[in-house]
């Protein structure tokens, strides 16, 4: 299963593929029972998510986990010529941003991303153009494919994360909000534009086993989310099933409220497992991207900073367990905003398992 995120290269080059519509988008379809999702625009959006419970985290899921079971698609497409885009199933839709818009919640952000019709339409054209011609955000012409065809699947695909090798939409939001591939840890492109505070619409395409997700929403005001940093594992309470023991780590700072050393050197993170002291420090010498690793990267993937990080797999054989807790601490060439002064950021990850609880 294969991931692609945009470049830096590929962002600036396309941008003006990326026209954000003004469109009122479908709304996501939830299965089981409701919970009031917050508003876009009813106040700046702040949540600690260390005062969650395991209850509270379970009853969103309850609210958002996949639970479509029929044919991905409302409209078969055609992936040869004569080419044509089909449509993918509202419910197959439904669970992608919904998954989505879990992972949002984990994260402290708005989980209220809704799907827009149009890129909807826009991201068929361009799983149809990947499964016809190159797997790449930049895929050449099919000889035989209309050419009005193919710049509405291009600007689709340069626009948005893509994969293939997925036979379900969500499991392809799962699969770009762990990026832990050694081909995207560098940057963890896929999870960052998911997780960019400012996104609100987005669309969902599917043809065979190619996926496309516009990425590059940006039509919520920076003004509507006040946050200090979006971290993945999150702190507080962050389920098991959304971290195996070789997902990375990642801190995105608001550059509102952080300023940073972007010399990619003298960062490092100390992660701590409080049931036995085990200590991590890990810093620009580790660089295995099959084992520990840091980087530290600053490319436009949403919010243009993130602190990324794992210990060795190695060290985690059964990865991370339900009840533990784990203390992380960014440091070096961290300071507050508009200042020279050094501040770290540290916060208290505690896993869980979205299971129902053990009756006691």
């Known amino acids: 299963m294969l991931l692609r995120s945009h470049s830096p290269r590929v962002l600036v080059r396309i941008a003006s593929y990326a026209t954000v519509l003004a469109l009122a988008g479908t709304l ?3 299965a089981g029972p409701a919970v009031v999702l917050e ?3 009813a106040a ?3 949540v600690d998510t260390t005062i969650r419970t395991e209850a509270d985290v379970r009853a969103v899921w309850a609210a958002l986990e996949p639970a479509y079971t029929g044919t991905p698609y409302a409209v078969v497409p055609s992936v040869s010529a004569p080419y044509s ?9 439904g669970d992608a941003v919904n998954t989505v818009n879990f992972a949002r919640y984990l994260a402290g952000l708005p989980y209220d991303v809704t799907l827009n019709a149009t890129r909807n339409a826009d991201a068929q054209y361009g799983a149809v153009l ?3 011609s190159t797997f790449s955000h930049t895929p050449p012409k099919p000889a035989d494919m209309d050419q009005a065809f193919y710049d509405r699947g291009y600007a689709s695909t340069s626009s948005s994360n893509i994969g293939y090798g997925y036979g379900t939409s969500h499991a392809f939001q799962r699969g770009c909000v762990d990026d832990s591939d050694s081909g ?3 940057r963890v492109g896929h999870r960052r534009w998911l997780l960019n505070p400012r996104m609100l619409y987005t669309g969902i395409g599917y043809a065979e086993s190619f996926h496309t997700t516009y990425a590059f929403d940006t039509s919520r005001p920076s003004a509507d989310v006040a946050y200090d940093y979006v971290a993945w594992p999150s702190a507080g309470y962050f389920p098991i099933e959304f971290a195996s023991r070789y997902t990375p780590w990642s801190i995105t700072l608001n550059p509102a409220r952080y300023d940073w050393d972007a010399t990619r050197t003298g960062h490092a993170v100390t992660l701590r497992r409080v049931s036995d002291g085990r200590t991590w420090v890990i810093d620009e010498a580790d660089t295995n991207t099959g084992g520990e690793y840091f980087n530290a990267n600053f490319n436009g993937y949403g919010v243009a900073n993130c602190f990324i990080f794992r210990p060795n797999p190695a060290d985690l054989p059964s990865g991370y367990a339900a009840g533990e807790q784990y203390d992380v601490t960014l440091s070096g060439g961290i300071y507050a905003e508009g200042t020279r002064n050094p501040v770290t950021v540290s916060f208290r990850t505690t896993f869980m398992t979205l299971a129902a609880p053990t009756p006691t």
């Open 85 to 93: 885009p089909g449509d993918a199933a509202a419910g197959f839709r």
């Open 130 to 132: 990947l499964k016809a």
């Open 39 to 41: 508003t876009a625009h």
């Open 184 to 186: 995207n840890i560098d």
């Open 28 to 30: 996501a379809l939830f």
């Open 44 to 46: 700046t959006w702040t």
